[in-house]
DNA sequence: AACCGGAATGAATGCGCAAACATACGTCTC
DNA sequence: GAGACGTATGTTTGCGCATTCATTCCGGTT
């Protein structure tokens, strides 16, 4: 026993540390942190003393200390605009349990939409000393870039691809996206389309695309609504009211950011007698869960989040090992998935 | 400057660190500290220098060793059931939200609903050493009530009330709750009632405390179809239709124990031809923000959950203070909001 | 008998910071 | 002008652990 002192001070404030645990079990400090972390190095009786003082105690090692002399947190932040957005919570879903069972913590946090509130959460997060981070989307500001390349830690970002990445990307083409609905819509031969559109960077790359793909494919004109806060059945129903009253919508196809604002746009049309696919096509964004189950079944843009998270979680743990990747940056591609609604 | 050594194994190691910016600034680590932590210890002048370092270098403070040090990590852990149930990632943004304000970060699980599950994650987190850890419900396992007592921290569980708390408890009786819709749909003169309950332990208790009112305020018969899985529109949706064909369910009230079921449960009725709320009358659980939004709009339980998260952060915030609380339990109370469909 | 090599353990060190204590140099008071 | 006090800084120490480098003890070799 080298530091009776220590221990005398950790009795004092009631703590129970690796020393404590080593002294009941008659062994060393170190001989405990090999107990815990490579117990095949440590004799069959003295791990079984080890693990009875453990019990005893009801100790919980101290990561925090462990972290700083190993210079590894085993903790991985992720960041996203909203975890009430199921469409990222459900993609951390598969992220988190992949790196769960490789012994790391997520630690979470929501930045909303907004660069500046991200760069203090970067900031914040880092402090804390991630083995990795997980970021939402492709802009960050400048300083958010600096700090992170400084950070020397794979850093992931998902639901979107990018020429620079930071380091690794995964995602799809949000133009993509949005011109392969558009050349969709315009093919079914409507004249009028509506945009219902959420206040997200990326929901606005893919409204703009489509508008562009169906005026190529032959479509009349575009009327478009621009929702300020987050999407909302109540928005949907609000935007598509306001499109039919304001704006003349009476007959088209209907593109939503998302599928709660579908759904939203649904009920409206029903509400207003309105014919769904007859009168008015709906087509939805991100195939929720609920997507199948309105009435009628929603059409929408499938991605597969929980691929997503797999894969983003795959490129962490490569980079955690120190594998220098070929491709930075994985297109998962989207897929329409045809419905009644459109 | 007192460790010459120190610093060169950092500039080997590329890490920045306190004594790299005091350098820098021409004064030690402490002070550095102090330019962080209290900066009106600090004059001017040298604020400036530090500060100007701290730019130069993208310096980030190293959290782990201030909390280490400290003995404060700064960090609340929050543990629900399932981040992509809005019911608990709703109530996390107030209570982040005020957290956050006081400079403490939040860190987030899920525990599933399985108690072995939240055992082993509350023993991790508390490896962070965090500074207090927000708990759902409060049937938790005996060593996970064992491990969360000797941690010496705040607890505050939620979402539930219960006699004897680890520590402080803010939520609502589900047993009172269920039994106030059992009663409420008792008075409308139901004879026979429909439950539709996911797997949820107080979704259960609700169920039961309902059909226990319902039967002593006059109802006949109690059809009751339990769902394995998380609740979704479509698993309401296909309960309601296996109660329709199973047990000839064409007449009634129909509780839910939540919003979405209740949602899928209009749709199924709408697709059936089934008038709401005439023929069946449906009622909700949980007051989501679409409640109010569908056709016809949605009777339901409303608990006002941003309140519990505030009010859950209020009392963290006085604990993490030192305050003994008078009273450890806080009953917030719920309310029956009546719409069109029940 | 001298040697080797592996298994099990321990001593010493430092991760980056905050807290306690110490010092230097003013300014104000009677 | 001696003491008291305040402001700005520095020195020292230790938080609890992982890592590195010994050390001891063993059975097996030659």
Redesign the interface.
């Known amino acids: 026993m080298s530091d009776g002192k220590t221990t005398r001070a950790n009795a004092a404030l ?1 703590a129970v540390t690796m020393s404590t645990i080593g002294r009941l079990a008659g062994v060393s400090q170190v001989t405990v942190s090999r107990a815990l972390s490579t117990p095949s190095k440590v004799s069959p009786q003295t791990l079984e003393r080890i693990h009875e003082a453990i019990r005893q105690t ?1 100790y ?6 462990g ?2 002399a190993s210079r590894r ?1 085993r ?1 991985i932040t992720a960041l996203v605009p909203s ?2 957005n ?1 469409v990222y ?2 993609l ?2 598969g992220f ?1 349990q992949i790196l769960r069972n490789d012994g790391y ?6 930045c909303g939409f907004d660069p500046e509130e991200e760069e203090r959460l970067i ?7 991630p083995d990795g981070m997980l970021l939402t989307g492709i802009h960050h500001t400048p300083a958010s870039r ?2 992170l390349m ?3 830690i794979p850093v992931v970002e998902v639901w979107d691809i990018s020429e620079t990445p930071i380091d690794v990307c995964v995602g799809f083409s949000h133009v993509a996206a949005g011109a392969a609905v558009g050349e969709f819509a315009g093919q079914q031969g409507h004249a009028t389309a509506l945009t219902i559109t959420a206040a997200d960077e990326r929901a606005h790359r893919r409204r703009a695309a489509f508008a562009e793909a169906f005026a190529r494919t032959g479509g009349q004109n575009v009327v478009r609504v621009d929702c300020a806060g987050a999407a ?3 928005v949907g ?1 609000g935007a598509f009211a306001q499109a039919v009253a304001d704006h003349g919508f009476t007959h088209g196809v209907v593109f939503c950011s998302s599928d709660l604002l579908a759904h ?1 746009v649904l ?1 409206e049309a ?2 207003q007698g309105m014919a769904v696919p007859g009168q008015v096509a709906v087509i939805g964004f991100g195939d929720q ?2 997507a ?4 009628p079944a929603l059409t929408t843009v499938k991605v597969d989040r929980d691929e997503l998270g797999r894969v983003a979680a795959a490129q962490m743990q490569r980079r955690i090992l120190g594998e220098t990747l070929e491709t930075s940056v994985i297109d998962l591609g989207f897929s329409i998935i045809r419905r009644a609604s459109a």
């Open positions: 009631g009801g919980v090692p101290n990561a925090l200390a972290a700083l947190s903790l975890i009430t199921i919570s459900s951390l879903h988190s913590q997520i630690m979470l946090a929501e900031a914040t997060m880092l402090s804390r000393r600096k700090m400084g950070a020397d909302s059945l109540g129903r939203g009920i029903q509400a869960d609920y199948a189950a309105v009435e």
